[in-house]
């Protein structure tokens, strides 16, 4: 199971810190991501890292803003949200999936496994 917490509400340009945490089983060697879905629209990919945390893939909406890392002595992966954006609202996921290469962490289809979402609002 994945478990994500740390949302909540910051003004613009604010930071936050998400975390995912893993039990039940060990992830590291899987790769883990994070994708957010806002009011009325689908779920998009936001960022991923792979099993060894060498390599990391960002949607182009969060590039230089965002940062992924992982923890695997944690099982826990984190999500680092700065400068952040109205647009940025929403909930946001984590999930792990068996590590196919940085091609495919863009699609949800590469992950098993998903936590419960956790909600960031950010105001103008």
């Known amino acids: 199971q994945l478990q994500a917490c740390g949302g909540g509400l910051v003004q613009a340009g604010g930071s936050l810190r998400l975390s995912c945490a893993a039990s039940?089983?060990?992830?590291?060697?899987?790769?883990l991501g994070w994708f957010r879905q806002a009011p009325g629209k689908e779920r998009e990919f936001v960022a991923a890292i792979n099993w060894a945390a060498s390599a990391t893939r960002y949607a182009d909406s969060v590039k230089g803003r965002f940062t992924i890392s992982r923890d695997s002595a944690k099982n826990t992966v984190y999500l680092q949200l700065n400068i952040l954006k109205p647009e940025d609202t929403a909930v946001y996921y984590c999930?792990?999936?068996?590590?196919?290469?940085?091609?495919?962490?863009?699609?949800?289809?590469?992950?098993?496994?998903w936590g419960q979402g956790t909600l960031v609002t950010v105001s103008s």
């Open positions: 039940g089983r060990t992830f590291s060697s899987y790769a």
């Open positions: 999930a792990a999936g068996v590590d196919r290469g940085s091609y495919f962490y863009t699609s949800y289809d590469m992950y098993n496994y």
